[in-house]
């Protein structure tokens, strides 16, 4: 580990003491989870949140189809690649410069 020092106000210490003394951890120890809690909150790792976050955010928009009917007709992975790959055209810029004979799905 690479040791550092930190600057902390006086309530900022007295809180830590007083956590440290609470959970009998030392101060190094409780800076060091918060670090980590830091990096994890920070991270690229946030999959969930962004997640969460997207649900819903077409739900108000009218000038999308209507994906309901679509989904009952696909009843298969392949078949819904395909009616995908064949409503390109009405969603320009959603496959950036690439033409809709350039697309490739795996199925």
């Known amino acids: 580990m690479i040791r550092t020092q930190i600057h902390l106000t006086e309530e900022e210490w007295s809180a830590l003491n007083a956590i440290s003394d609470r959970v009998g951890k030392k101060q ?5 989870e918060a670090v980590i ?10 999959r969930q949140e962004i997640l969460d976050r997207a649900t819903g955010m077409w739900k108000d928009r009218a000038d ?4 309901q009917e679509p ?3 696909w009843g298969s992975r ?3 690649c395909r009616y ?3 409503q390109c055209h009405q969603f320009p810029g959603l496959l950036g410069k690439l033409n809709q004979d350039e697309v490739r799905f795996r199925v």
């Open 71 to 73: 989904r009952k007709e």
């Open 78 to 80: 392949k078949n819904a």
């Open 84 to 86: 995908l790959a064949s």
């Open 64 to 67: 999308l189809p209507d994906f």
């Open 28 to 32: 190094s120890e409780l800076i060091h």
């Open 37 to 46: 809690d830091l990096i994890a909150k920070y991270s690229g790792n946030q």
